[in-house]
């Protein structure tokens, strides 16, 4: 009876990992088929009610939840505790989380409701945005990298790094749409900040404090 109830409950583990991969990598697939067909455009989404709005939140929605579920249920099969100890992956871990969680936090504040959903809104250049276009993406990466230290989890590593890849092409999809939207204000931003983080972003965030 044992033996029965531990096989379930691996199907069932098995079952979410499976559908938050499927999840992460339908969002990816969604930003490659926008990039690479000219007659789809999924991402950003043309309105709330659209069905490219409802298809990539749900999308998000399961594969965020699936990760954090994969990485509580795996912890530790990655090994990354040999090498750091326990209360090392604990600490860096919680670390990036923390940092990443208190980045995206702040530049969602700063972008607004629509604009953090991918809708048209007011161009946002100051605050964290003065040093990246992107700072939420950036502080995002920073809270999966943190998330699978944190939980040692290969499989949470496995989802996270194909989710991953929606936040460093969601920017490629997102650029066009912009300088559309808002013509040279965005292309002189464009120009004078990076699309993540680099020298630039170095020399701008000493600017902004000197």
Not at 22 to 38: D, N, S
Request: glycine residues 14%.
């Amino acid at each position: 009876m044992v033996q029965r109830s531990h096989h379930l409950t691996s199907i069932r583990y098995r079952i979410v990992f499976w559908v938050a991969l499927v999840a992460a990598a339908g969002l990816g697939v969604t930003l490659i088929a926008t990039l690479g067909v000219k007659t789809i455009s999924i991402w950003p989404p043309p309105g709330r009610q659209a069905w490219q709005y409802r298809l990539v939140w749900t999308l998000f929605a399961v594969a965020c939840v699936g990760f954090l579920v994969v990485g509580g249920i795996d912890a530790g099969s990655l090994g990354l505790a040999r090498w750091v100890g326990e209360a090392g992956t604990i600490i860096l871990g919680s670390m990036l989380v923390v940092g990443g969680t208190a980045l995206a936090s702040y530049a969602m504040g700063r972008l607004g409701l629509r604009g953090c959903l991918g809708l048209n809104a007011e161009l946002v250049t100051d605050g964290p945005f003065a040093v990246s276009r992107n700072p939420g993406y950036v502080g995002d990466l920073i809270l999966i990298a943190g998330y699978v230290l944190l939980t040692d989890s290969g499989l949470a590593g496995i989802v996270g790094g194909i989710g991953a890849v929606w936040f460093l092409l969601a920017p490629l999809a997102e650029e066009p749409w912009l300088e559309e939207q808002y013509g040279e204000s965005y292309r002189r931003y464009r120009q004078r900040c990076p699309r993540f983080l680099g020298g630039a972003s170095v020399r701008l965030l000493s600017s902004e404090t000197a």
